[in-house]
């Protein structure tokens, strides 16, 4: 598992205390194309389920996510691709 991974998971644990959490690293679908680094490590799908988003619509999940990420997103993710969704929506 890579830094950048780790890093997603332990925020993205801290932030919203998912029942459910999976982490993607999709870079290998993206070799040659922009935004993509050697090592891979650029392009992220996310999974997560959690309570804090009862309530929420879908744009203010991913907003909280991306808040959550702000410093991952303006370096080394240049992608991410999420599903944001409750207990009962999984």
């Known amino acids: 598992m ?6 997603i998971e332990t925020k993205l644990t ?4 998912p029942l459910r959490l999976e982490v993607t690293d999709d870079s290998d679908k993206h070799k040659g194309h922009s935004g993509a680094r050697e090592g891979g490590e650029s392009h992220f799908s ?3 389920v959690s309570e804090a988003f009862r309530g929420q619509s879908r744009v203010a999940r991913q907003r909280a996510v991306n808040a959550a990420l702000r410093e991952e997103l303006s370096g ?3 992608a991410l691709s999420m599903q944001t969704l ?3 929506e999984a």
Do not use: M, Q, S
């Open 2 to 7: 890579g830094k950048t991974r780790e890093t």
């Open 14 to 17: 801290a932030a919203f205390a």
């Open 46 to 48: 996310v999974l997560i």
């Open 76 to 78: 080394p993710i240049h």
């Open 86 to 88: 409750t207990p009962e």
